[in-house]
């Protein structure tokens, strides 16, 4: 059975720019939930979706945001990067509610 | 504030040695995640717990819901055990992810 799957694995920006990433969840799962880790912060909660619908979100601003297509691929935006937006972000799938499996991660630079 | 608190930051031991590594939350939780972070490497789930106890290989994980509180357990550690350790909790309201900071093992030969 396939991973999650991230892309692209490296992104480099600059500020103002807008940035979109994508998971591709291990078949099945239905839940996709997003995580920026930073060294100075470690992980933090994005937002969660499942069968399409927000779940639950942490606390960012409205900057970052998110979608999941039907097929339960997920994808997540940041628009206006600011030079503090350089982190890996991570996705993780699960059936619901279960153990989370986590992809390698998108870590974006933003110059 | 810290939702959750891990402890301690750094632990260094020698091979064969037995871990404890702590986790005490502040939110009412639905589940605890016990994962694990190689240098470089990506993040593998360890355990989900909502109570009780659960034993995989040489690892346990504990949860007393009352004191809030979880431990994960490493026997006859490795220096392949050498990792990142990141207490995780689902909050019952609102359904959020809180994080601790992560412990930091060294195993040494």
């Known amino acids: 059975k396939a991973g999650v799957t991230q892309t692209p694995r490296y992104l480099i920006k600059t500020r103002g720019q807008q940035v979109t990433l994508s998971c591709s969840p291990i078949s099945g799962h239905r839940s996709v939930s997003w995580y920026q880790q930073t060294p100075g912060q470690g992980l933090q909660f994005l937002f969660e979706?499942?069968?399409?619908?927000?779940?639950n979100k942490g606390n960012f601003p409205g900057r970052f945001s998110g979608r999941q297509f039907s097929n339960s691929r997920s994808e997540m935006n940041v628009s206006t990067l600011e030079l503090g937006d350089s982190a890996l972000y991570l996705c993780a799938s699960s059936i619901d509610n279960e153990k989370l499996f986590f992809g390698s991660g998108t870590q974006l630079s933003v110059l | 504030k810290n939702e959750v608190e891990q402890s301690p930051q750094n632990l260094t031991a020698q091979e064969g040695e037995f871990i404890t590594i702590n986790c005490s939350y502040s939110v009412g939780i639905s589940a605890l995640h016990w994962l694990q972070q190689h240098p470089g490497g990506g993040i593998v789930s360890l355990f989900m717990l909502s109570s009780g106890k659960k034993k995989h290989g040489r690892l346990i994980a504990t949860i007393n819901i009352q004191e809030k509180h979880s431990s994960l357990h490493i026997t006859a550690s490795h220096p392949r055990d050498s990792a990142v350790y990141i207490c995780a909790v689902r909050g019952r309201t609102g359904n959020q992810f809180y994080f601790g900071t992560g412990t930091s093992l060294t195993v040494i030969p």
């Open positions: 979706y499942f069968s399409e619908t927000q779940r």
